[in-house]
Every structure is written in structure tokens, then in C-alpha cells.
């Protein structure tokens, strides 16, 4: 199955920024559609972002719209979330998750990173 790997999680005051990477271990990345999730202490795993398998397409949910963005190097087999403008309400736990599917606008996926953490202080 796919293993996927998060980092660059970490510490950040508000207004910060930090770009996160996930590192898939698949055979064909290129067939993967691939996306961001986080999860607060006591909330649902909410969507983030999500990318097409060439990435020429992108979906964002509303909150970060035109403060993250979701990028993708398949020669590398690695995704990015580029978080600029950084809220305390942002905090969370971040998921990289891929799917076969091509629908990038809803958040079914197959395969789950182990998450990496995003604190942002006020």
C-alpha cells in the first residue's frame, strides 16, 4: 500500500508561515490524487486543500483560501502545503492522504500519513 510521510511541522507565532511535505513511498505517484487534512484536539478531521495528479488543479476550503497553497513534484513523489498568513485557529494536527480517485472536491481518500503538528501561538 502507499506510505505516505509528513514534516515540517512545528512552532509559529501568528502572521508566521511554514510549508509542510509529504513524502509518498507508491510506485506510480503520478496516478495518485493527493490532499491535506487537519484535525484539532476535540474536532473532526476537517479538509484542507487537494491537488489533480498532474497538478493542474487545486481545491482549497474556504478558511485558507489565499493563505495556503497546495503544490505537487512528481519527479520527487512529494506534495506541499505553503501556509503563509498563519492563524492561532489554524493549530492542528496536518494529514497528506492520496486517493485513486480523480474528484479532487470531495474528501474520500484511501491512504493516510501518521499526521505532523502545527502550533500557532498568539
Known amino acids: 500500500q502507499v506510505q505516505l510521510v509528513e514534516s515540517g511541522g512545528g512552532l509559529v507565532q501568528a502572521g508566521g508561515s511554514l510549508r509542510l511535505s509529504c513524502a509518498a513511498s507508491?510506485?506510480?505517484?503520478?496516478?495518485?490524487?493527493m490532499g491535506w487534512f487537519r484535525q484539532a484536539p476535540g474536532k473532526e478531521r476537517e479538509f484542507v486543500a487537494s491537488i489533480s495528479r498532474s497538478g493542474s488543479s487545486t481545491y482549497y476550503v474556504d478558511s485558507v483560501k489565499g493563505r495556503f497553497t497546495i503544490s505537487r513534484d512528481n519527479a520527487k513523489n512529494t506534495v506541499y502545503l505553503q501556509m503563509n498568513s498563519l492563524k492561532p485557529e489554524d493549530t492542528a494536527v496536518y494529514y497528506c492522504?492520496?486517493?485513486?480517485?480523480?474528484?479532487?472536491?470531495?474528501?474520500?481518500?484511501?491512504?493516510w500519513g501518521q499526521g505532523t503538528q502545527v502550533t500557532v501561538s498568539s
Open positions: 492522504a492520496a486517493k485513486i480517485s480523480t474528484a479532487i472536491t470531495t474528501p474520500w481518500y484511501d491512504y
Open positions: 507508491a510506485r506510480t505517484f503520478e496516478s495518485y490524487t
